[in-house]
């Protein structure tokens, strides 16, 4: 049921379509300014070949060939975050990955099954749309928080990171979680929109609708790159 009210700022995202006027009088309360912390890093979760491979084409056609692939719903993403990579390295912002190993010990993030066969050594190598620079990190985790077991937290304590720009996939799982658990911490957290994915666009929806009133910001691509484009100007 679409709402009568007009759509507040806050709303106009990629949710909006799933909102009536009971839902929006409800969310009421957390509407908030938005923005990107003053120290921030770019955490960038799982942009890892499984979520590309079976190439740009429907979810369902992509899992045909390679199970865990997001298809085209990844390749939306990928002109939108190379954007938003170079506006954080021009800013002088740490740029950190999360991926994992094919070698877990039978540990995964989730519980999809990869059908019984052996993952290919490179499943879990960031993807070449991305290469990560030289001094970048690249925190290797078991679950689907970047900070469950890992050292991220000690990182960016010793980098003077107070705040976060989130992009990568999915939605619903590592990016979820990576997001509760680094608010649970203590940062800001902003989540690019057209930066992160999953395979069920109503799970990237209802996701980012629930982490933008709980837990993050959720900004748009165009807006996160202005505030790194002003924080580039300001070091050169």
Known sequence: MAPKAPIPAFEDHCWKDLLDDELLEIYSAYQRPLKVGAKPALLAIDLYNSAYWGGNVPVAEANRKHRGSCGENAWKA??????????????????IYTTRKPDTRGVNSTHRDHGGNALPEDIYDIYEAFPPQPGELIIHKERASGFFGTPLVAHLRLMGVDSLIVCGESTSGCVRASVVEGYSYGYH????????????????????????????????VDEVIAHLTKMARKVA
Not at 196 to 218: I, P, Q
């Open 78 to 95: 990928i002109e939108p975050t190379k954007r938003l990579f170079a506006a954080a390295r021009a800013a002088g912002i740490p740029v």
């Open 189 to 220: 957290i902003t989540v690019v929109e057209e930066c992160t994915y999953d395979r069920s666009m109503l799970s990237h929806k209802v996701n980012l609708f629930d982490l933008h009133h709980k837990y993050a910001d959720v900004m748009k």
